[in-house]
């Protein structure tokens, strides 16, 4: 099945500044790329995805990238808020095509 | 309307007790998903619905029973449940199953005493 891995596992940054998580998957045959948030008592919200055609998404303040070749894909988030504290989930397809979770990161944002 | 509403919010059982959770979405959505959550851990997939049947199973105990009575309704019945069995339990729709974007619930706290 699909082996995902995602780091870092905590990111403390300040306001204003960028975070970028980093996702690594097993399967080559994965073409859907999503990024979930979640924040307390929530669940979790598709905030972007990519699909294997393109190598970068840009929606606003968040990006994705993607290197199918080395397999991961990356979430960028430009000029952060404290709103944007919250848990992050990428989630790449696995075994029967079901969205395979990674560990998440806890993204803190200081004001 | 791209909700998915979820109840309760909370829920506390004991060992003994039978209790159901539900799920409702207006989304046409013909994808619904359960899932289990445990604190500082990533979701993870009890059972999938797609078109009013139970495609996937995920060796998921018998004191959980899934039960999908129209295309907008999913219930979770809970039986003899065990205290590690306290957890969030989410649920998310989808146009169908595969590589679409899934839409979460709020979830359901459960204790179980």
């Known amino acids: 099945g699909e082996n995902v891995e995602q780091h870092p596992s905590t990111l403390s940054v300040q306001e204003g500044d960028s975070a970028v998580i980093k996702c690594t998957y097993s399967d080559s045959a994965s073409n859907y790329f999503p990024w979930y948030k979640q924040e307390l008592g929530k669940g979790p919200q598709l905030i972007i995805d990519?699909?294997?055609?393109?190598g970068e998404k840009k929606d606003q303040r968040i990006a994705v990238t993607l290197n199918k070749t080395a397999k991961h894909f990356s979430l960028h988030i430009t000029e952060t808020q404290p709103e944007d504290s919250a848990v992050y989930f990428c989630?790449?397809?696995?075994?029967?095509?079901?969205?395979?979770f990674g560990g998440g990161t806890r993204l803190m944002v200081k004001p | 309307d791209t909700e998915v509403t979820q109840t309760p919010k909370h829920l506390v059982m004991g060992m003994t007790n039978k209790k159901s959770l539900k799920c409702e979405q207006h989304m046409g959505h013909r994808a619904m998903y359960w899932y289990k959550q445990k604190a500082k851990k990533p979701p993870e997939l009890m059972f999938v619905y797609s078109y009013e049947k139970l495609s996937i199973n995920e060796s998921v105990p018998s004191r959980f029973s899934p039960e999908c009575p129209n295309s907008s309704l999913l219930n979770l019945h809970l039986h003899a449940l065990q205290p590690e069995d306290s957890a969030l339990y989410l649920c998310?729709?989808?146009?169908?199953?595969?590589?679409?974007?899934?839409?979460f619930g709020p979830g359901t706290r459960l204790t179980v005493t």
């Open positions: 998310a729709s989808s146009p169908r199953t595969g590589a679409y974007e899934q839409y």
């Open positions: 989630a790449p397809p696995g075994a029967g095509n079901m969205l395979t």
């Open positions: 990519i699909r294997s055609n393109v």
